[in-house]
C-alpha cells in the first residue's frame, strides 16, 4: 500500500534552516510528482511547491522562492524539503503529498496520498 | 493568486441530514476544483476533484458539483465519521500557485 513517512519535528531558532523528509513506499516513486502544503497551528492549508521526482524538476510558490528548496533521492525513494531563513511564522506542519493518478492521467495539483505531517517550531 | 473562500465558516447539522458546503473562487478555475477532509490530528483526505469526480473509495453521499467560480460539496446523510473541516482547492496551472480555502468546519447539532 501506498505510504508517505515524514521524518519527526523539528525545534529551530529564528534564521536558522530546516530540512524535512518524505520517504515512500508502495509505488513508483519516480512516477507521481511530489508536493509540500504547510498547515500553520488551527489555519488552513498552503501550497508550497512540487518536484518531479523524475527528472528533479521543481516549481515552487512565489511566496517561498529564494527561502525553499525541493530535492529528492530516487535511491531510496525520497523527496526532501528546506526551509531557509527560518521565521516565527513559519511555524507549521508542513506535509508531503503525492499528486493523483487515475486511468492513465495524472492531475498534477490534487494530492491523494499524503504524509503524516512534520511539526517544524520556529522559537527563540 | 486565485483567493478560495469559503462558505459559511461553521455548519451545524445533525446526523442523518443533508450539509451543503460553499465555495468561491475569485477567478474562474474551470473545473479543476478539489475537496478535502480534514480530521483533528491527521493530514487531509482527498474527496472530489473535477469538482464532481468522487476519488476512489469515497462513499456516494458524497457530491460536487459547480464550475467557473462558484462551487458545492453536498454530503447527503451525516454518518458521524463525517464531522469534520473540510478544504476546497483549486488547481488551475496559470496562475500558480495552487490555493485553498479557508475551510468550514462541520459539527453535530
Known amino acids: 500500500q501506498v505510504q508517505l513517512v515524514q521524518s519527526g519535528a523539528e525545534v529551530k531558532k529564528p534564521g536558522a534552516s530546516v530540512k524535512v523528509s518524505c520517504k515512500a513506499s508502495?509505488?513508483?516513486?519516480?512516477?507521481?510528482?511530489m508536493h509540500w502544503v504547510r498547515q500553520a497551528p488551527g489555519q488552513g492549508l498552503e501550497w508550497m511547491g512540487w518536484i518531479n521526482p523524475n527528472s528533479g524538476g521543481t516549481n515552487y510558490a512565489q511566496k517561498f522562492q529564494g527561502r525553499v528548496t525541493m530535492t529528492r533521492d530516487t535511491s531510496i525513494s525520497t523527496a526532501y524539503m528546506e526551509l531557509s531563513r527560518l521565521r516565527s511564522d513559519d511555524t507549521a506542519v508542513y506535509y508531503c503529498?503525492?499528486?493523483?493518478?487515475?486511468?492513465?492521467?495524472?492531475?498534477?495539483?490534487?494530492?491523494?496520498?499524503w504524509g503524516q505531517g512534520t511539526l517544524v517550531t520556529v522559537s527563540s | 493568486e486565485i483567493v478560495m473562500t469559503q462558505s459559511p465558516a461553521t455548519l451545524s447539522v445533525s446526523p442523518g441530514e443533508r450539509a451543503t458546503l460553499s465555495c468561491r473562487a475569485s477567478q474562474s478555475v474551470s473545473s479543476n476544483l478539489a475537496w478535502y477532509q480534514q480530521k483533528p490530528g491527521q493530514a487531509p483526505r482527498l474527496l472530489i476533484y473535477?469538482?464532481?469526480t468522487r476519488a476512489t473509495g469515497i462513499p456516494a453521499r458524497f457530491s460536487g458539483s459547480g464550475s467557473g467560480t462558484e462551487f458545492t460539496l453536498t454530503i447527503s446523510s451525516l454518518q458521524s465519521e463525517d464531522f469534520a473541516v473540510y478544504y476546497c482547492q483549486q488547481y488551475n496551472n496559470w496562475p500558480l500557485p495552487y490555493t485553498f480555502g479557508q475551510g468550514t468546519k462541520l459539527e453535530i447539532k
Open positions: 473535477g469538482a464532481s
Open positions: 508502495g509505488y513508483t516513486f519516480t512516477g507521481y510528482y
Open positions: 503529498a503525492r499528486a493523483y493518478c487515475t486511468n492513465g492521467v495524472c492531475y498534477t495539483g490534487v494530492f491523494d496520498y
